[in-house]
């Protein structure tokens, strides 16, 4: 059994007993955390729900592991011939989840 799941504007399949990780999100170490919005689920036996564009009354329940930070990004700009050069960077803050279950 899977599930996709919308998660900080990002698509994220998810299964029982996965860990994943995903944008920041608030809350404590071992809290439980809900995704309500839930684009598709497939079932071991093979029924599949497809949502319009969430499948009704399906959740994805998680607890909350931990952050940490993604790659660190780095921006350069510079424009040729006029001696403008600047760099920014940045890390992401991310969230890694434990998928408990997917409800239907």
Known sequence: MYAIIEAGGHQ???EPGASVIIDRQPGQLGEEIVFERVLFVE???GD?????????????????QGE?????????KRK???GMRRTKG????LTRVH??????
């Open 99 to 104: 998928v408990k279950e997917i409800l239907l």
């Open 68 to 76: 940490t930070k993604g790659p660190k990004i780095r921006v350069f």
């Open 43 to 45: 079932k071991d036996s």
């Open 48 to 64: 599949v729900f497809a949502g319009t564009p969430f499948v009704p009354d399906a959740r994805v329940i998680g607890i909350l």
């Open 90 to 93: 940045h890390r992401t803050q």
């Open 80 to 82: 040729r011939r006029k």
């Open 12 to 14: 994220v399949k998810v």
